[in-house]
């Protein structure tokens, strides 16, 4: 069966500079989540997206940006990296906001050298 | 805002016996999912179980089970015959019912070792 799919896997970037995760949700679910899960942490919730508006919105940085496209893939944007953004990005997605439980892709894990 | 609270850090147990994973969490909602997702070292958030809220009857999948005691507000996972596999950071979660605050919340994660 089809997975989240999320993009790239491994990102490794400077401080400063700009870095865009790209998820694409299991077919026919129009519900897209983004968490960020430090080293040792619990994933925290940053934004959600339902039929391509903002559902909900979490601790995310003002410096993030992200949306939903019309084939209900998402995209999170991240600009002037700081080192405390190296975590793990999860995407996750559900078919409508409350039925069941989220499926998780592998993960995004962005380094900030 | 919901909470939710897993109250070791560490558990390990002896391949082929029992463990039990407690969880705890805080809401004023009547109706809820929770959820145990397993993540081993690859990272990849796995659910291994879920419980609605107003189900009494407590889950069951295969080995693993929960001891769902919705007054207490607590929602306990058993893995029975432990496997070297299950070894990996377990997280508890809560999601809300209704359309506001669909998003899922863990708790800090319970590592489990398995010993052979």
């Known amino acids: 069966a089809a997975g989240v799919i999320q993009s790239p896997r491994h990102l490794i970037k400077e401080k400063r500079e700009t870095a865009t995760l790209k998820c694409y949700p299991i077919p026919r679910h129009d519900t897209v989540y983004w968490y960020q899960q430090g080293p040792g942490q619990d994933p925290q919730f940053l934004i959600s997206?339902?039929?391509?508006?903002?559902?909900d919105k979490g601790s995310i940085p003002d410096r993030f940006s992200a949306q939903q496209f019309s084939d209900y893939h998402s995209e999170l944007n991240m600009s002037s990296l700081e080192l405390g953004d190296s975590a793990l990005y999860f995407c996750?997605?559900?078919?409508?906001?409350?039925?069941?439980?989220?499926?998780f892709g592998e993960g995004s894990r962005l380094t900030v050298l | 805002a919901q909470t939710v609270t897993q109250s070791q850090p560490e558990m390990s147990v002896q391949e082929a016996e029992t463990v039990t994973l407690s969880c705890t969490y805080d809401t004023s909602e009547s109706d809820y999912y929770l959820f145990w997702y397993k993540q081993p070292p690859s990272r990849q958030m796995i659910l291994v179980i879920r419980?609605?809220?107003?189900?009494?009857q407590n889950a069951t999948e295969n080995r693993f089970s929960v001891n769902f005691q919705k007054a207490a507000k607590s929602f306990s996972l058993k893995i029975s015959d432990s496997q070297l596999g299950d070894a990996a950071m377990y997280f508890c979660a809560y999601r809300s019912f209704d359309n506001a605050g669909n998003m899922l919340t863990f708790g800090g994660g319970t590592r489990l070792m398995v010993k052979p």
């Open positions: 419980q609605e809220a107003y189900k009494q």
């Open positions: 997206f339902y039929e391509k508006m903002q559902s």
């Open positions: 996750a997605s559900s078919l409508g906001l409350m039925l069941g439980e989220l499926f």
